[in-house]
């Protein structure tokens, strides 16, 4: 009998090779299972940069793609918005910014009040160009 993979271990999988610059196989991954988009807020707040920028580009694939799907992850991004590092929260807004759609902008615009003038002027830019 062949042993489960953990939702934990996937997240480490997805991390590593979106680190390695893998996103076409996270990709397929996302279009087989959509409970992966639950998990993007999570994924930003990994330490490593290629990580969190694998992830827009994973998003920017996402939305060409599968525009249907692509609006599960704001739940996700709008929780990982209260972190408490102000780069996680611009890479949120940033990915809310690909989604672009009403629940994307709304959760943007919260990043308008934020104590951190980088996170204020990122969803000053998304909000400038989805708007």
Known sequence: M?????????????????????????????????????????????ERFNVRLGGSVLFEELKIHCKDEISLAVPSLCEAFGHSLPHVRGEVISVLGIIGN???????????????????????DVLEEIE
């Open 2 to 46: 062949k042993d489960k993979v953990s939702d934990e271990e996937l997240k480490k999988v997805i991390a590593d090779f979106l680190e390695m610059g893998h996103v076409e196989n996270i990709f397929e991954m996302f279009k087989q299972d959509t409970r992966y988009y639950g998990w993007v807020g999570e994924l930003l707040d990994d």
């Open 102 to 124: 009403d629940g994307a902008i709304q959760c943007i615009r919260r990043g308008l009040q934020d104590d951190s003038p980088q996170v204020r002027e990122v969803a000053r």
